[in-house]
């Protein structure tokens, strides 16, 4: 059975950083393209990062550019993000998404729906 599971959030300062995680399983990870999203309550899920399944194409929203740093390593089926500066407004649950594409499709930051596999999330706090 095919799954994802984020691991590494925490609650942090303001400025601080933060390393997540999403470890697939049961899934060919390097003929997906990954991303992260976040949620807070009340809100549409909102795209953060993507990269290619090759690892060679990273995307980001506008917001985290120049913060956050998305990767993977294909040969143990894991994903990262790497934040930096956080920020209070970025508290959120982050999820991490299998997108059936070897490219991130251009609509991947507003289309939750061309994820086929999520995690459960792990929760970013930030306190100022």
């Known amino acids: 059975q095919a799954q994802v599971a984020e691991s590494g959030g925490d609650s942090v300062q303001a400025g601080g950083s933060l390393r997540l995680s999403c470890l697939a399983s049961g899934l060919a990870f390097g003929d997906y393209a990954m991303a992260w999203y976040r949620q807070t309550p009340g809100k549409e899920r909102e795209g953060v990062s993507c990269i290619s399944s090759s690892g060679r194409l990273p995307d980001y929203t506008d917001s985290v550019k120049g913060r956050f740093t998305i990767s993977r390593d294909n040969a143990v089926n894991t994903l990262y993000l790497q934040m930096n500066s956080l920020k209070p407004e970025e508290t959120a649950m982050y999820y991490c998404?299998?997108?059936?594409?070897?490219?991130?499709?251009?609509?991947?930051?507003?289309?939750?729906?061309?994820?086929?596999?999520w995690g459960q999330g792990t929760r970013v706090t930030v306190s100022s």
């Open positions: 998404a299998a997108i059936p594409s070897t490219v991130c499709p251009g609509s991947w930051s507003l289309n939750i729906g061309r994820a086929k596999y």
